[in-house]
């Protein structure tokens, strides 16, 4: 049973900064894509960032318009933890974000393309 545990969230004031956690069990993590996902009330899920498996020893990365330049997604295959950091934080960047796993080494900006998914934690980020 793959499971997912998101960490790191909490309030911080605009420019701020916040590192999120996503701890993974239950499969090869190394080989499988992970993605981060936010969820603000009343609006959809929407794709923060994303970052392959080991494809020939490279991994590649994909982010968002809006959190390119602030965001960094990483992975530490030992430890079977993907983090999201988080910079220059500002009030719109206020959400649950779910980290997601996909049993792929390919990644993807869709949520449905995922196949396991953690139960989130609070961003909240005040002006």
């Known amino acids: 049973q793959v499971q997912l545990a998101e960490s790191g969230g909490g309030l911080v004031q605009a420019g701020g900064s916040l590192r999120l956690s996503c701890a993974a069990s239950g499969h090869t993590f190394s080989s499988s894509a992970m993605g981060w996902f936010r969820q603000a009330p009343g609006k959809d899920r929407e794709f923060v960032a994303a970052i392959s498996g080991a494809v020939s020893g490279a991994y590649y990365a994909e982010y968002a318009d809006s959190v390119k330049g602030r965001f960094a997604i990483s992975r530490d295959n030992d430890k079977s933890t993907v983090y999201l950091q988080m910079n220059s934080l500002k009030p719109e960047d206020t959400a649950v974000y779910h980290c997601?796993?996909?049993?792929?080494?390919?990644?993807?900006?869709?949520?449905?393309?995922?196949?396991?998914w953690g139960q989130g934690t609070q961003v909240s980020v005040s002006s």
């Open positions: 997601a796993a996909r049993l792929s080494p390919s990644y993807s900006s869709l949520p449905n393309r995922y196949d396991y």
